[in-house]
């Protein structure tokens, strides 16, 4: 381990680290935020195809999904029954391919091919592959936390008293602990959070973390942002990013793009939560994955048309960084 | 009757005019649209508080409401036990009054007003006040039928054969009408709809009439209209308005403002139906109705968001004229 483990100054949100390794890294306890609110419970994943599943089935999405693919590799490595090099290296590179493949739009491969590269490295050394990939990734994971933390500080910087601030989808953790930071500073705030259809997200995940965090939080459908702006009920916009640009554009869950232009026509000051790539030049880079019509069309197991009718679901949108009033980051490398 | 009763160029859409008289004017069958696209069914009302329960509920919305709100007149006429003038323009003053605060929002009060003024020359002339109030709201909606025929004709004289048109909540027939005109007239549209949270009016209505007419139809999220408008995958907006305002504002479903702002980022024509009242000044003189938050969040039976969570839900936004391109307009009076 490289870093100390850091404690946060408020308590943990179930979103700010929901992948938990158990069982001397045999196991993966993935909190399903599928069942959020009704339920808190973790998926056990002991296997790369039920990772690759929890992620395909979004039971965790964005950081969670990012937590899953690193941690994947612990379980490939604690689960071989090898400890030749190559055979290792094998392993991790088959891992890598699988888990690359198992969404688009998610910089997976980014993240996978560090791995590789500590796995090569180590087979080249003869020295313990499982080993020493097992304390990188863990050093790296550590690190992630303390930044992440670091970002929580900064965006209860961003926060001041009387603030009424919207967000969009979920932000994992990071939003409701900078509340609580902000609470225990004496400042009075006010929550927006977008329904975030298909999925509800934001009516589902945020507002049950926020109203957990002792934040005052209230639901909007995501056809109210203009006319919320338009009669001066929010004054600021903090959305996070799935993916973040060179040239500062970012790709974020579907909604975040008018979002966006809404702000600026109304002059709010628009924040978005990065952990910027240098791949990636600009958001015409970024691959928008385009999900399946029964998402949409189907709501709480029920079908909402009726007849021959399409459905168009797509699952982000980019957002140009004109756009953006500040971008608070960390680097996730 | 004033005018012969005009018969529509293709199949009337059971939105276009939804509320009928039965019964030698004993009873409304008033659609009860919550139901569409499970069941095409229609309610019966029989007097005056169950007219003004069916437009509380929103079994009918918009222009149902208002054929409503003129039909019960003709109901509570066929009820009376009177024939005394001065009785029945009693009871014409004690329905507008109740129908004038079944909802804030719509111009109830217009529209009773008129019918009052009818009831009142009857009675100062000692006429048969429920004969002649009967004749002059049946010629006035013969009228409106009429104008609305002519309004499909000219929004289908707007779309193009190639066009793909977005639209907003439900336009009651009409642009599903239009659509089939242009279907006889070999053009080929496309249209996506929004699905119009909380009550998905876009996905229940309006997806289901489009694709009974013939017109190919997509749903999508309310979040993804700037993305749609980015991709360059829609050419057109057609709304509908449930108010307009002398200088070109109007107000018209939640969602439909941010829209308009959307369209004019990307330079798309923005087309609404207004049926313009020069007693509204501007968009600042319509009162918004804020509903109940608990129809934002319980969504088929199911509540959405679990602890201290609020809900805002404004009805309706007003869009100013600046952002309109051409207003597709008739005059209902």
Redesign the interface.
């Known amino acids: 381990m490289r870093k100390a483990r850091i404690k946060p100054a408020v308590k943990e949100s179930p979103l700010f680290w929901p992948v938990k390794l158990a069982e001397n890294g045999r196991c993966l306890r993935v909190l399903d935020e599928s069942l959020i ?2 339920k808190l419970r973790y998926i056990e994943v002991r296997s790369l195809p039920e990772a690759v599943r929890v992620i395909k089935q979004m039971k965790t999405r964005a950081f969670g999904q990012f937590l899953v693919v690193l941690n994947t590799f612990l379980l490939v490595l604690a689960n071989a029954k090898t400890r030749s090099p190559q055979a290792l290296l094998s392993k991790i590179r088959t891992a890598a391919g699988r888990l690359n493949h198992s969404r688009p739009t998610f910089p997976f491969a980014e993240v996978t091919a560090i791995v590789v590269a500590w796995a090569q490295a180590a087979a080249a050394q003869k020295a313990d592959v499982a080993a020493s990939v097992s304390k990188n990734i863990d050093g790296y994971l550590q690190g992630i936390r303390g930044r992440r933390l670091q970002r929580v500080q900064k965006i209860a910087e961003v926060l001041r008293d009387g603030d009424s601030v919207l967000t ?1 989808c979920n932000v994992s953790g990071e939003l409701a602990m900078a509340a609580a930071i902000c609470r225990q500073q004496g400042k009075d705030l006010h929550f ?1 959070a ?5 999925y ?1 997200q934001g ?2 995940l945020t ?2 973390e926020l ?2 965090m002792g934040a ?13 702006m ?1 009669d001066g ?1 929010v004054n600021k916009v903090v959305v996070g990013s799935d993916r973040s640009c060179a040239n500062g554009d970012f790709a974020n869950k ?2 975040t ?2 979002i966006a ?2 702000a600026e ?1 109304f002059g709010i000051p628009f924040y978005v939560l990065t952990q910027p790539s240098h791949k990636i030049k600009t958001g015409d880079d970024i691959p928008i994955e385009i999900r399946k ?1 029964k998402e ?2 189907v ?2 197991g ?1 079908k ?11 699952g982000f ?2 957002v140009p960084h004109r756009l953006i009033t500040e971008a608070i980051a960390i680097d996730v490398r």
């Open positions: 609110p009704r969009h927006f977008t329904e975030t259809r298909p509800m009516a589902k507002c049950w109203q957990r005052q939080v209230t639901l909007i459908a995501d056809n109210a942002v203009g006319s919320l338009a009920l579907i909604g793009y008018q232009v809404l026509e019509a949409l069309l709501f709480s029920k909402i048309v009726s007849g021959p009718v399409g459905g168009f679901y797509p949108d980019v």
